[in-house]
């Protein structure tokens, strides 16, 4: 079931690059495997799948032990400070940074183990009450106050769109998303790692490949619904 899902939406992806003119390795699949257990991951990773995502650290804690240490780690999630240790090192890359503060810890813990950590910048482009993500107000500082951590690396800039059924109305924010990205590249001293955009999920992933996602997060497509227990 995961290998024959998996196959469709690498199928729905190739077909997105070929309309878009890009080519097929501009852009990486983060299958997202959050509350699923170690075995669908397992059953992915025989797929060909390598590169996983996950919105609570204790997940990532939990499973990695169990599966193949080839495996990459990408945090999506909401970041609270004291899970920061955990996934410093553990994830290559953290999507989720939206404020100084965890900037800040961050910084801290990657300093302790002596490594550079990998992060995205997180935007609440659709700037919604309800949403994750620094403001577009605040996104130019936020990009100072990183770049000046020493260990830090800021490889780009995430989001996710409004939610909706019809994956046109995702495009405006993609198409925002990569202007922001031009724009505060313009900022950085060094905008040579500053190139990544993640954006895209199972109801939008082919739109936002069209508009230059370098990372679709994609689940529910892949893994099938998701039940959380209350
Ligand atoms: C859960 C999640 C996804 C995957 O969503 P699907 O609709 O299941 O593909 C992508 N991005 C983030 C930030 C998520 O939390």
Known sequence: MIAENLKTVEERIRTACLRAGRPRDSVQLIAVSKTKPAEAVAEAYAAGQRLFGENHAQEIVAKAPQLPKDIRWHFIGNLQK????????????????NSEAI?????????KRGLIQ???????????????GAS????????SFCEAQP??????????????????????YFIRLRQLREE???????????????????????????????????????????????
């Not at 004291?82 to 940074?97: E, F, P, T």
């Not at 679709?216 to 497509?221: A, Y």
């Open 184 to 230: 505060l590249a313009k900022q950085l001293k060094d905008p040579s790692s500053f190139r990544e955009l993640s954006m895209g999920m199972s109801g939008d992933f082919e739109v936002a490949v069209e508009e230059g996602a370098t990372y679709i997060r994609v689940g529910t497509s892949i893994f099938g619904p998701r039940y959380y227990s209350v």
């Open 136 to 143: 577009l107000e605040a996104l130019g500082s936020l990009l």
């Open 118 to 132: 990998n992060v995205l910048l997180e935007v609440n482009v659709a700037e919604e009450a309800s949403k994750q």
């Open 151 to 172: 260990h830090l690396r800021l490889c780009g800039l995430m989001a996710v769109a409004p939610l909706t059924e019809d994956p046109e109305e995702s495009r405006p």
């Open 103 to 111: 900037a800040a810890e961050i910084e801290k813990q990657a300093a």
């Open 82 to 97: 004291n899970k920061v240790k955990y996934l410093v090192g553990v994830a290559d890359l953290i999507h989720s940074v």
